[in-house]
């Protein structure tokens, strides 16, 4: 044997401190549920919030993480394709993709862009499609 370590033949050779064996099994249990939203507390939510509305459409229509969503500018939204372009360097699995939205949503997130609208909400919320992409810390 070595420093503190235990020696087990059936296992060929060290298995690390003897106190390893008495450390309690690791708690795996979650420590918050989450759940999806009722669609009426999605109703209440964008009710609540009409000038953030289309960045909560956004993100409940398209799937994206926060990170991405806060990445986003101007020239990810594609109206001809009627989507958002999705940079690999800010994926979960680091791969460029495409998003499909409703073009209605396309449009009025585009019009949200434009006006300058979310300029007035990059240092208020996460959830931002801004000219310059990235999030006040």
Known sequence: DVGNCE???DRGGRVGPASARF???YDTTPQV??????DSEI???LDACPPLQVLYETAFLSGLRANELRSLTQS???EARCGLNVDADWTKN??????RLPSALVDRLRSFSDEGVAEGYKR????????HGGRRR
Not at 33 to 38: D, E, I, V
Not at 94 to 99: C, E, I, M, V, Y
Request: proline residues 12%.
């Open 23 to 25: 450390r309690p099994p």
């Open 94 to 99: 680091r791969k460029p993709g495409f998003q």
């Open 76 to 78: 990810h939204i594609d």
């Open 33 to 38: 549920t989450r759940r999806a939203m009722t």
């Open 43 to 45: 109703i209440c939510l």
């Open 7 to 9: 020696s087990d033949p």
């Open 124 to 131: 208020s919320t996460t959830l931002v499609v801004t000219r």
